[in-house]
């Protein structure tokens, strides 16, 4: 057990009344137990009707930091007139702490309370914004009471407090999902990064530090309304920084409130109401929204460690469900929004987001080649990510439906983690042995067929496409590579060289002599259609025809390199089985087969961790990237003993960064979450919801011509008429835009532009789905 975790005591009704009769004097009536975190709590009701509320303290309170509570309360009794705190009452001998020894030997301190009448908040059935409003002025009230206040036992560390948050990454092991931890760590990363260098920045002072909706009393008021009359439960009272103190109202505020306008209407009346009495810094203003998350990390934790040490505790577990909502919820949206919330809720203004946004573009077009394109008529300036989520600087979050790279989700802190630990202990190149070289490469080769025993670590997709074909040609001696119509294998020269999406395209110059293409295998609008056995053979039997064409022309075969599901060319899926006969053709004629997975790798076809397991194809060399670092430049070759010892000609082969300690790092983290998270079961059961839902679109609208995908991999193709499958660019492009708008980000790509893509980060949920498809019909419905 942590020095942050402790056990309640549990004291029979028996010893209560014996410890009350020796030191208290008083027998009760009657002895009801109450509701507790770390203290043991009962309500006494004497015989001449008042009310009193024992409290035994276990030894994790200390008899100062207990002592603290009390002189707080008599302070706050004699200070804040109109409003009722409990106030202790003295033991026989006039002590208001009382040390003694229980049945099971262990020491604990009792303390006698008057009972507070008055309605918890929490009983209401709805609400209002208004007792928020009253409870932000009674926190700021207290606060400047306890402004200069000091007590030795203020200091005191407790689970609670969310200076202590980052201790709650001990408690993270109590949750049994894994998606939950993520999310969690998410936030402990963002406290690390975000409030920990702006500590020395924050007022520290004793604060309440527990406005939850149980602990606030109200008496009926006028008009049927309620007035706020008291307050009780100072277990949590510590000190702490002064803004927490309006976070966590905000916290427990915003789990009751209802959708994101009578959040952001509740959140604006408890922050302006605070600010009103007791002014907050600029500083404290920018960190309210990750304190909030603090508080969410530790009230979620606790709650997962209680059900391991308390089960039966559920009033402990009680902000369990509405915390994990609320998490959801702020996690979707952009911090920034908050902040700006938060400034405008306290009359302060904040800077023009779009000056700055101007300000880049221009930059840019001066600095930057037009050959780097932006996307969307109207650039998004984009300043922070969270799992599926992008935010940009004008306070707007769009859900990422497009990012393969991030492939975890944006910021995912288990890699973060692993590239800044490594970062700070050893970062050099494989002219060394090192440790994480052969532990991740160990680990990326057990996802692969036994006959890939080698690997080289390369720092992009396209340095390794670039360095397969240099296998290749080693390997046979060779010239002539077959490359598939539309494919796109990278960005440098000798990769632009056999990628027709290049050659073919705008500005290309054509195929040089040495590339031979084959007919997109697209069963949908290509040379041969249907998703059967029988056209798969047609186009191996193209392959068969380009083969024995250069065998006729006395030219040596390199091999064939092929995506194993396209991406540039339109999330085209090959007829069955189509990869594996077309690399048996190219392997017969003593060619090389190379799968590029750089798109569509690591789980994300659902079903099967690598695409080319989907064709049943068995490539000789394999090439990673995107996905494989989570962000990070990283990217792999993995071929067999063969291939890599015949390289092996007597010149070095060296790259300066490639399998370097950090990338190595951050390659292992990835492998990890998507085993300890089931990403990949993740990307079927989510990619599988999402195929059926825009089929249905399909049948609602004439212009989807075909949905088309496997995981979370899948294309939507727009025609205007399904017949003739004429491409409906125009209609793509606007479609584009305007889910943009929605707060939706698609993209568009194959040969005319008219296919959406849909390649979100693995952490995609239904509900995100839902999202996609309500907004896809409505869109979708404007073009009908």
């Known amino acids: 057990m942590s020095s942050l975790e402790y056990r309640k005591p549990a004291l029979s009704i028996k010893e209560v009344n014996l410890l009350l009769g020796e030191f208290f004097g008083i027998k009760p009536q009657k002895i009801v137990p109450l509701n507790g975190d770390r203290y043991q709590n009962f309500l006494l009701q004497l015989d001449n009707g008042q009310k009193l509320v024992l409290k035994i303290a276990s030894e994790f309170d200390r008899e100062d930091s207990l002592d603290f509570e009390n002189q707080v309360l008599l302070l706050l009794n004699r200070k804040l007139a109109g409003y009722n705190f409990p106030r202790p009452v003295p033991a026989k001998s006039g002590q208001l702490i009382i040390p003694f020894s229980a049945a099971d030997k262990k020491i604990y301190r009792a303390r006698l309370f008057e009972f507070v009448e008055g309605i918890p908040l929490a009983a209401l059935k709805k609400i209002n914004p208004g007792p928020w409003r009253e409870i932000a002025a009674l926190l700021a009230r207290i606060d400047l009471v306890l402004k200069d206040f000091y007590h030795p036992g203020q200091r005191r560390v407790l689970p609670w407090d969310v200076k202590n948050v980052l201790l709650a990454a001990d408690r993270l092991k109590y949750l049994s999902d894994p998606t939950g931890r993520r999310k969690l760590d998410y936030c402990l990363l963002q406290y690390e990064t975000v409030v920990r260098p702006e500590d020395h920045r924050l007022r520290k002072q004793v604060i309440y530090g527990d406005a939850n909706e149980h602990n606030f009393l109200l008496a009926p008021g006028r008009k ?140 840019r077009k001066a600095h930057l080649s037009e050959a780097l394109s932006l996307s969307y008529r109207k650039p998004l300036h984009i300043v922070r990510g969270a799992g599926q989520f992008l935010f940009d600087s004008e306070s707007r979050s769009y859900l990422d439906c497009v990012n393969n790279v991030c492939h975890l989700g944006h910021c995912h802190p288990r890699v973060a983690r692993a590239v800044a630990r490594q970062m700070t202990v050893l970062n050099t190149n494989t002219r060394y042995l090192y440790d994480q070289l052969s532990a991740y490469i160990e680990k990326l080769l057990a996802r692969f067929p036994r006959k890939f025993t080698h690997c080289f670590l390369v720092n992009s997709g396209s340095e390794a496409n670039d360095l397969a074909l240099r296998l290749a040609r080693n390997f046979t001696g060779g010239s002539e590579l077959l490359v598939i119509d539309g494919a796109y294998h990278g960005s440098l020269t000798s990769l632009v060289e056999i990628s027709p999406y290049k050659f073919d395209g705008p500005g290309g110059k054509g195929a040089p002599p040495f590339v031979h293409k084959v007919p997109t295998p697209d ?262």
């Open 224 to 363: 049927s309304g309620y007035r706020l009359v008291g307050l009780i439960d100072f277990g949590d009272m510590t000190e702490s920084y002064l803004a927490a103190e309006p976070a966590l109202a905000l916290t427990y505020a915003l789990m009751l409130a209802g959708d994101a306008s009578e959040k952001e209407k509740v959140a604006s009346k408890i922050i302006g109401a605070y600010n009103s009495l007791n002014p907050l810094r600029k500083e404290e203003l920018d960190l309210i929204f990750y304190l909030i998350l603090a508080r969410l990390v530790i009230s979620l934790s606790l709650a997962a460690w209680r059900r391991q040490v308390e089960p039966q505790n559920a009033y402990m577990r009680v902000s369990e469900e509405p915390g994990w909502k609320l998490l959801d919820f702020l996690l979707s949206g952009n911090p920034e929004k908050w902040r700006r919330l938060f400034y405008r809720s306290c009359g302060l203004e904040t800077a023009s987001p779009a000056r700055q946004k101007d300000s880049l573009l221009t930059f």
């Open 523 to 784: 069963p949908y609008r290509g040379l041969y259609r249907g998703r059967s056995e029988e056209t798969a053979e047609k186009y191996a039997a193209e392959v068969k025809k380009l083969v024995a064409s250069l065998q006729a022309e006395k030219k040596k075969l390199v091999g064939m390199i092929s995506e194993s599901i396209m991406s540039c060319a339109g999330q085209v899926f090959f007829p069955p089985r189509f990869l594996k006969k077309a690399f048996e053709v190219v392997k017969s004629a003593g060619g090389v087969t190379i799968a590029d997975e750089v798109q569509v790798g690591f789980g994300r076809p659902g079903y099967f961790f690598w695409g080319f397991e989907s064709q049943e194809a068995s490539p000789d060399i394999v090439t990673l990237g995107k996905p494989i670092g989570n962000g990070h430049p990283i990217g792999a070759v993995i071929t067999t003993a063969d291939i890599a010892r015949r390289f092996a000609t007597g010149m070095e082969y060296f790259n300066t960064f490639g399998g370097n300690p950090v990338s190595c790092a951050a390659g292992l983290a990835v492998l990890e979450a998507i085993e300890e998270e089931n990403l990949q079961e993740n990307a079927r059961r989510v990619g599988d919801y999402f195929l059926r839902e825009l089929r249905k679109l399909q049948k609602r609208h004439r212009l989807v011509g075909e949905v088309r995908g496997r995981g979370l991999f899948l294309g939507v193709e727009l025609v205007r008429d399904r017949k003739t499958l004429e491409p409906a660019t125009a209609e793509a492009k606007d479609i584009i835009e305007k889910m943009k708008d929605r707060g939706i980000l698609l993209s568009t790509d194959g040969p005319f532009r008219n296919v959406i893509k849909i390649k979100p980060p693995l952490v995609f949920t239904s509900n995100d789905v839902d999202r996609v498809v309500e907004n896809l019909d409505l869109v979708l419905g404007t073009l009908d």
